[in-house]
């Protein structure tokens, strides 16, 4: 079993910033790539940024130049900075982390249990 443990979520008004940490804690041999993905009321749920272990990013168009993912390999977290935040960026936001059991297991994708970013005048 893994354990994405989420914290950082809140209300902020346009402009703010936020920063989002995750966890992961369990059964772990090696986490690969992780995540933060996002779904708001309709809506699909979409990938937000992801960072590799050695730390190659990607971001979605969308919150390039505003957003900034990173990684603590030590302590197994990741972190997402949310700068200049917009009311669009209001979701709840969920950490992803592709992780091996052992070193012959196959990955498993696992997920947090969301937190509520509130971007609001």
């Known amino acids: 079993q893994v354990q994405l443990v989420e914290s950082g979520g809140g209300l902020v008004q346009p402009g703010g910033s936020l920063r989002l940490s995750c966890a992961a804690s369990?059964?772990?041999?090696?986490?690969?790539?992780m995540g933060w993905y996002r779904q708001s009321a309709g809506k699909e749920r979409e990938l937000v940024a992801a960072?590799?272990?050695?730390?190659?990013?990607n971001y979605t168009d969308s919150v390039k130049g505003r957003f900034t993912i990173s990684r603590d390999n030590a302590k197994s977290t990741v972190y997402l900075q949310m700068n200049s935040l917009k009311p669009e960026d209001t979701a709840v936001y969920y950490c992803?982390?592709?992780?091996?059991?052992?070193?012959?297991?196959?990955?498993?994708?696992?997920w947090g249990q969301g937190t509520q970013v509130t971007v609001s005048s």
């Open positions: 960072i590799t272990p050695r730390g190659s990013t």
């Open positions: 992803n982390a592709l992780t091996r059991r052992t070193p012959w297991s196959r990955l498993s994708t696992n």
């Open positions: 369990g059964s772990i041999f090696r986490i690969n790539d």
